[in-house]
């Protein structure tokens, strides 16, 4: 079962809030870039302290691939793995050695590599479930990253305004109504910076990568057992139908579907 990305929702979204951005400016509310400033760049900067500097560099720099891309497909991957393991029950393993390079799904490709080195079954799945689990930490640094800034966003705003009463506390005795004005901007555009950063911007991103996580911990459940199926040299048509029931279940977190049934041979 595929789900598509819901493009034009998307698109709906962006285009009315352009346009209550255009209707601001045109109405004399214009952008307070200070506070704008502000709200990212403490964001920003609070979330590469608390977390590692290379690894939220590495997650901005890859986010706008991630997003644009639908949801993996793993059907080439599924084709492939189900001739090697054609060739495994046959005992073709030289053939079926050449052709693991082409695999690459990381599960799959450990599993078939550490099948064709003859490794024992209760190691097969002790490297497996570490290898699931190495991954598994991977995506979830990745979304404390995303959720660390949704948290930070509505706190610098909230600082930003206290600052903004505060000059603006100070400018009183000077009466000096465009520096009042400037305060009370800063103060008020940094609470809503803040709130639209967390609630319009990271949230859905971060919902986007758990979403894509849920499904690529679907995979690699699917994909242990259709390598220990493989370690038992089980029939690949056998292994298909197992990996076809999975993703027919009624609201599953697989995104893909898997290549047209080929018919067993013996």
Known sequence: ???????????????????????LQLNGHYVNFT????VLGGTLLATVLGRSPTAVKALLRDLPRRLREPAEDKSADVEFFLDIAGLYRQGNI????????ILTDPILRSGVEMILDRTPREDLVRLL???????????????????????????FGMVGTLLGMVQMLNELDEALVEQIGSAVGFALWSTVYGLVLANL??????????????HRRAWEFAFMEAVLMMHDRRHPGI??????ALTELPNSAFQATLPPKQPMEA
């Open 35 to 38: 506070g704008l400033l502000w």
């Open 1 to 23: 079962m595929k789900i598509p990305y819901p493009r034009p929702m998307a698109i709906a979204g962006a285009s009315i809030a352009c346009a209550g951005l255009l209707w």
């Open 201 to 214: 911007v990271v949230k859905p991103v971060t919902m986007r990568l758990e979403q894509q996580a849920r």
């Open 94 to 101: 030289h053939t079926a050695e050449q052709s693991v390079r």
């Open 129 to 155: 479930q570490w290898k699931s689990g190495a991954l598994r930490e991977h995506d979830q640094a990745e979304i404390q990253i995303l959720r660390t800034m949704m948290m930070l966003a509505p706190a």
């Open 239 to 244: 292994i298909r139908e197992y990996l076809e």
